[in-house]
């Protein structure tokens, strides 16, 4: 059974950082793609960053592109994302999921692209 946890959430001021933990179990991280979706209050869910595992081939939105890093733990079948820089308009629940192995410029963020769904963890920015 397919399952993604995630973890680390929580309230932070401006200018703060943050590391997102997403638990995967039920299948193997090594023939598979993994994302970060965040959806804020009255927003659609965006895509914020991916990555092809085989390759390590990363993708990030131009909104947290310089702030935030996606690395993976694949011995411990762990993805992560690194927030810096966190900035009021990041608050928002941040989803982990998972896809086919190959990802493109064009479909990245689609969250039709991805097959399986953690339940989020609650990201608040504020002073």
């Known amino acids: 059974q397919v399952q993604l946890v995630e973890s680390g959430g929580g309230l932070v001021q401006p200018g703060g950082s943050l590391r997102l933990s997403c638990a995967a179990s039920g299948f193997s991280l090594g023939g598979r793609s993994m994302a970060w979706f965040r959806q804020a209050p009255g927003k659609e869910r965006e895509g914020v960053s991916a990555?092809?595992?085989?390759?390590?081939?990363?993708y990030y939105a131009d909104s947290v592109k310089g702030r935030f890093t996606t690395s993976v733990d694949s011995a411990m079948n762990m993805v992560f994302l690194q927030m810096n820089s966190l900035k009021p308009e990041d608050t928002a629940i941040y989803y982990c999921?998972?896809?086919?192995?190959?990802?493109?410029?064009?479909?990245?963020?689609?969250?039709?692209?991805?097959?399986?769904w953690g339940q989020g963890t609650q990201v608040t920015v504020s002073s």
């Open positions: 999921a998972t896809g086919p192995p190959f990802l493109i410029d064009s479909n990245w963020s689609e969250r039709r692209v991805y097959d399986y």
């Open positions: 990555i092809t595992i085989h390759d390590g081939v990363t």
